[in-house]
Structures are given as C-alpha cells and as structure tokens.
C-alpha cells in the first residue's frame, strides 16, 4: 500500500517505519547475520516516530500573521496558505527540476484555522495577505500595529516573523492579552527581554511556541534515544558548523522595487533601534546589523544549539567564548560573518543513567562561516562511538571503546563501518532550489520523513502549537526551551563583543555580571 502525506498525518505515531536502516556490516559480506543480530541487541535503537496529537476541532482558530518577509510567507505555507505567485513557481520548478513541493504542499492536511488579520509595515507585504488569502467568507483584515491587532479582539493567536528586535516586545503584549504566541527565534533581543517574556509565559492562561521545527525531526528523536541508551558512551565533545556560500545565505536578500518612504513605515520598523534615515538596505536586509539582528550567534547558533539541546537537554552552558570578525563581506555590515564558539558543559554527564554522579563534561564548539559552503556535518564523539547527526544520522565504533572492545576484536565492529545508519528518506527525491536551502535540508530544518513520506517539520511544528492551544499538552519547545536558546546566543554575542568569557550562574539562573559592563548595551551596540 502507498501513503500519501494526508494519511501519514492523520494516523501520526502510528504508522511503521520504512525509510532505510542498515547495521553493521549490512553494505558488506565480511559481518555475519549473527554478528549483526548482537549488535543489533546490544544497542536496542528504534527509529522514532512524532507522538499522535489530538486534532484541532472546534471552531476555527483565528490567526494574526505579523510579518509577512521571508520567514512569514513560509509559515503561512506550512499553515496551508500559499500565494499565488508561490504556487505558479513551484508548478515551473516541478516541470522544469522535477521539485516535489507543490505536491507536498497540496498533499498537506488541512488545519482547522482561519487567517483575518496581517499587520506589516511594508505596504505590499501586507496588500499580498489579503489579496492572497481573504475568502468571500473572510476578508483578511489589516492592522497598523500589533498593538491593535492583539487588543482587537479579533484573533486567538499570533504568528511573529519579524527582525529580532521586535519579538519579545509583541510576544510579551500577546501573551499579557491571553493571545497565544508562535515567535520565530531567536526568542529576545536582550537579556531584560528574555526574563520579562519568561515571566509574561508563566503569568499568562495563552501559550507560547518557539520556532525551532527540527524538534520534530525524527533523526533528532532517534538520536536522543541513542544517546539514552548509552550507545556513544561519554560525549566529550560536539561539534556544530554553518557553512554557507551565497547572496541568501549571507543575508544579502533582494530589494523589493516598491520600497520607498511611501510604502514603508520606516519609524514604526525602527522601533526601539537607533533612529537613522530611511535605509532600504537595512530594512531589507536587517540580520547584517546588531540593532535590528542577532548575528550568527542569534540567527544560526540558535539552530545548532537548539538541535543538541533536544537530543542531550544540556541546558545552559557554564561559559562561553567566542571569536570572528567580518572577513568576507565587507559591505557595511557590524555582525561577524565568521565565528567560532566554545560552550563548556563541565558538570553535564552524557550516556546512561548509570553514569550519573560520575559527571566528566563536554565541550560544544560551532564554527560558522558565510564565506565556504563545504558541508561539514554535526558529530556527537562519545568514548564508546561517534554520532554523525543531520537529516539522517549515522554512529561509528570508536578504536578505543570500552564496551565494544570485544567485538572489536573479534572482527565483528569495524572502527570504519557503521554500527548503525538511519536514513528515513532513502530513495526520496531531495529536490531544492538553492545552497541555502540545502544547507537548512541537510540540517533537518525543512522536512522529516515519516514512513518514506516528506513531511514539512515546520509544518509539523506549528501543528502542535496549534493542537495544545485546542487540546491542552506539552510544547515540545515552549518558554523554558526558548529562555535556554536566548540566554545562551545573547552569553555568545557578550563574548564576541567584549573578547572575554561570560559564565552563568545556574543556581541564581543569571549571568555573572562584569564590573562596569552593562550586557544588554553591548548587546545592542554596533561594535
């Protein structure tokens, strides 16, 4: 039998898995039958699927969209609601390179929402809303400020997809007026910020969603169960990478032709950021500036350290350091376009839950640069094995494991075979229409696969958002995930700028101030 994506959905969880699982030895005659049979007893890995989720009955659930950019129109897809122009895109792209979206996209199941309300300060932006997605039972309803939106009455929930400056201010009005929040990440922009918002989520009956879709990756959720079950032993050390090579990926985005001080209100975009003349480069391409962005550290970290903290919940590190500068695109831009991180984990212990209380810790390293696109993918190095993760993932035996010793042996692992190799898309096509949107597929950051189906995690993200609003349950990346991102991108940018190590407190859960340094002044300075 074959599954479409709508009968994927509609019985999530309870569906098996086909995709492509192989053990050691599998892509060779050397392992026999048997030897893989222990290996495969010895580990007791499963591939995982997404929990079933209630559906979201009832009334429609009515949707304000603030911030209709790049990040905004994508939401709006994952939601079901495409433009037209979108749709005429991806129906050449199927013709012409054989890209399965659009299919995907019509495969999609529907959500029980409805969308009647857009505030964006571009004109057009907000004009293509409500041309695109008004109905002759609903016409999409423009609001000058989120402030009008969210008192309106007229919407149950909020989707912000906005520069970074501007996202806890909304989420913390939508939050103190009951309205649920779906917020692109970074979650804050300061420091203040990120305890205000934690205290408006904890305070409020609505609830709050961070935007890190690849929380519903199942190679993320099968590799937590892998390193739960011990299988890589004590992880010393992870390392993470952004590695991207073109205009998109360093945030060089194009400049709509309609853009002017008619079409824009420019005052209203600055808000809390130093008042400059009408700038359609930074409105356009506003990630290259402190005052609107969060560099690397906020907009790329974040995904990479969010990415582990939902396999190893490693929480907040103990400290930080940081170095980069811009050496590639020398365009005006204040953020680094290369930076290099250090997290230190040295009290987390990683493997079974017999090591705990015998904590030895770890080190997270990133290295980011917007300069070279070659793929260098995220490695987990356990004493007893190391873990490739991404879209799919793959363990290796370590030479000098301990609880593989024998086997290896006795020949029966191979420090250079795969002990285990899971790639749930296996023989779906991957057809993407750029380097940046490769760099996020390879990453698990725009589609998961559940039996041999292509399922959009964002998707699935905001599906779960969605469904607790209706039916109650835990988000899977609410105000505590969220407070972890934030704390920890904001400790990177701190020490980028000052040069130094920042360390955290847990027990008083902040920062350990520096005499006659306010953190979130550098943060929003332009050095």
């Known amino acids: 039998m074959k599954w479409t994506r709508r009968d994927v959905l509609k019985g999530l969880g309870g569906l098996p898995i086909l995709g492509s699982i192989w053990w050691a030895g599998t892509a060779n005659a050397l392992v026999k039958s048997k030897d893989r049979s222990e290996i495969l007893e010895q580990l007791k890995i499963q591939p995982s699927l997404p929990s079933a989720l209630p559906g979201i009955d009832g009334p429609p659930i009515r949707l304000g969209i603030i911030g209709f950019g790049i990040r905004g129109e994508q939401l709006c897809r994952a939601l079901g609601f495409a433009t037209q122009d979108w749709l005429n895109e991806m129906k050449l792209e199927e013709e012409l390179n054989g890209n399965t979206q659009l299919q995907e996209f019509l495969d999609q199941e529907k959500l029980n929402i409805?969308?009647?309300?857009?505030?964006?300060?571009?004109?057009?932006?907000?004009?293509?809303?409500?041309?695109?997605?008004?109905t002759p039972e609903n016409t999409v309803k423009r609001f000058n400020t989120h402030q009008e939106m969210i008192q309106s009455g007229e919407v149950d929930a909020v989707i912000i997809a906005t520069p970074d400056h501007w996202h806890a201010p909304m989420a913390i009005e939508a939050l103190n007026n009951n309205v649920h929040v779906y917020v692109e990440k970074p979650m804050t922009h300061t420091i203040e910020e990120t305890y205000q918002l934690r205290e408006a989520a904890k305070s409020s009956n609505a609830l709050l969603m961070v935007g890190h879709q690849h929380r519903q990756t199942l190679s993320f959720k099968t590799a937590n169960d892998i390193v739960k079950k011990g299988v890589l032993g004590h992880i010393s050390i992870i390392q993470t990478f952004t590695n991207r090579n073109d205009d998109n990926g360093a945030w060089n985005y194009d400049i709509h032709e309609k853009a002017n001080e008619q079409t824009i209100d420019w005052d209203l975009f600055l808000g809390s950021a130093p008042k400059i003349p009408f700038n359609k480069n930074h409105f356009f391409r506003w990630r290259k500036w402190w005052a609107y962005g969060s560099g690397l550290s906020g907009d790329l970290l974040t995904h990479d350290y969010d990415r582990l903290n939902c396999v190893l919940g490693m929480g907040i590190p103990n400290s930080i350091t940081a170095s980069g500068g811009v050496y590639t695109h020398n365009d005006g831009r204040n953020v680094p376009d290369v930076l290099q991180v250090n997290m230190e984990f040295p009290s987390f212990s990683t493997g079974s839950s017999q090591q705990k209380g015998k904590e030895k810790g770890m080190t997270f390293t990133y290295s980011a640069t917007l300069g070279n696109g070659f793929n260098r993918p995220t490695i987990l190095m356990g004493h007893d094995a190391t873990m490739e993760l991404g879209n799919n993932l793959t363990v290796w035996p370590d030479g000098g494991s301990t609880k593989y010793a024998a086997m290896i042996e006795a020949g029966k692992m191979k420090p250079d075979v795969p002990i285990y190799h899971y790639n749930p898309g296996a023989n779906m096509p991957d057809a993407v229409s750029s380097a940046t949107s490769q760099y996020f597929a390879d990453k698990g950051l725009m589609w998961t696969y559940i039996d041999g189906v292509r399922v959009?995690?964002?998707?699935?993200?905001?599906?779960?958002?969605?469904?607790?609003?209706?039916?109650?349950?835990?988000?899977?990346?609410?105000?505590?995930?969220?407070?972890?991102e934030a704390i920890t991108a904001h400790m990177t940018g701190l020490a980028y700028k000052l040069g130094r190590r920042i360390e955290w407190d847990d027990e008083q859960q902040k920062i350990i101030p520096v005499e006659g340094i306010n953190f979130d002044e550098v943060l929003l300075s332009s050095v």
């Open 114 to 134: 409805q969308i009647n309300a857009v505030c964006d300060v571009f004109d057009v932006r907000a004009d293509h809303v409500i041309a695109s997605f008004s």
């Open 456 to 484: 959009n995690s964002t998707f699935l993200h905001l599906r779960e958002w969605l469904s607790c609003i209706r039916n109650g349950g835990n988000l899977s990346c609410g105000i505590q995930e969220g407070f972890e």
